[in-house]
């Protein structure tokens, strides 16, 4: 057994001698080389960080362990959140395996199927909101101010520390950052959190520039692209349909200080996106990981300079969160004959190459 995640980046997290160290075995996510996308985009050196083979299937489980081993050193005794589904999904997790109450508030009717069915399983509190996540973040903010629950959302900063270990991996694998590093934006937690961990990375001379990084946002839920939070956002992508992101200026700093950008994409930029990572890479994601990629080929669209670049994609979740969008947007359909030899023989004939 290698050392899990608080152990291996221990030196750079807040941890003290009472932080107990629990592991569901998150992190050294694998970064894999593009064999096709990045030809399409013209990007001599291109590489998906797989955040989806993390134990619930998103980035979410490495904030996660960090917030809720900073909760039990604490004292709590429950753990509250609001989602559009994969922060939920973990936090039930980690609250299962901790043995701590975990009550997650979800907009009804939005949170994909993968990601409610994890929730269940784990046995999470779960209260559906009529109403969207923005307006659940805001009450379990000011519900954990009453009540004894600590709140494990992203505006909780140990959140963020624990996600920045990703910055840290793909630096190790590289043995340098990447010159570009393509990410959704939703709540914008994530995007804060990389360009935390890669500058922490520089400032420790661990690496000796920083990333560019580039954040994109669903076109209709762009709220840090058009300047104005999104009182409905709307967006095929349930994970980051976010109209007020709680870390917002996070997500400006890492832009500015990055030389970096963050701008939209389509609904159907980002279905093409998770179309071809499935089709061509072997890269089953959710429609909001995708973003990612879409984004990279609209630069590559608009001529960004990529020859010669080395950039990452993250893909923040797998594509099995949301099972219904792969055969909403399948575009091979399913042939249905009996069982009988001859006539699959013949269906098999047709297709033969
Ligand atoms: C797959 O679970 O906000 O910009 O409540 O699930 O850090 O919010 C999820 C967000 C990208 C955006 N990709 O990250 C939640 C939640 C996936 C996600 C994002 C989310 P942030």
């Known amino acids: 057994m290698g050392l899990c995640l608080l152990e291996r980046y221990r030196h750079l997290l807040p941890l003290t001698d009472k932080t107990p160290v629990i592991t569901l075995g998150e992190g050294q996510t694998p970064l894999v080389r593009s064999r096709h996308i990045g030809a399409r985009a013209g990007c001599s050196e291109l590489y998906f960080k797989l955040e989806g083979c993390n134990p619930t299937g998103s980035f979410k489980d490495r904030g996660m362990v960090m917030a809720i081993a900073k909760a039990l050193e604490e004292g709590s005794q429950g753990i509250m959140c609001a989602s559009t589904g994969n922060t939920s999904a973990s936090a039930a997790a980690y609250g299962a395996y901790c043995g701590i109450q975990t009550i997650v508030v979800i907009p009804e009717g939005d949170v994909a199927k993968g990601k409610m069915a994890q929730a269940i399983a784990y046995g999470a509190h779960i209260v559906a909101i009529d109403g969207n996540f923005d307006q659940a973040l805001s009450l379990v903010r ?49 995007i804060t959190a990389y360009w935390k961990g890669f500058t922490e990375y520089k400032a420790k001379g661990l690496a000796s520039f920083t990333p560019r990084m580039m954040g994109f946002q669903a076109e209709g839920a762009s709220p840090i692209v058009k300047g104005h939070p999104i009182s409905s956002p709307k967006t095929v992508a349930s994970a980051i349909r976010i109209g007020n992101p709680a870390s917002w200026k996070g997500a400006l700093t890492a832009r500015d200080e990055s030389g970096g950008a963050i701008e939209i994409v389509t609904d159907d930029e980002i279905i093409n996106a998770y179309r071809l990572l499935a089709r061509e890479e072997g890269i089953f994601c959710e ?34 969160k949301d099972p219904e969008m792969a055969s909403q947007f399948a575009e091979t359909p399913i042939k249905h004959l009996p069982a009988d030899l001859k006539t699959l023989e013949e269906h098999l004939r047709s297709l033969a190459r």
């Open 142 to 190: 000011s519900l954990t101010d009453k009540l004894p629950f600590t709140l494990v959302n992203s505006v909780n900063r140990y959140r963020l520390e624990g996600q920045k270990t990703a910055a840290f991996e793909i630096v190790d694998e590289l043995g340098e950052p990447p010159d570009y590093l393509c990410i959704p934006v939703g709540n914008a937690g994530n």
């Open 287 to 320: 429609p909001a990981s995708a973003a990612s990629v879409a984004g990279l080929l609209k630069l590559a669209a608009k001529n960004l300079p990529l020859q010669d670049k080395r950039t990452v994609c993250v893909i923040t979740g797998t594509g099995l």
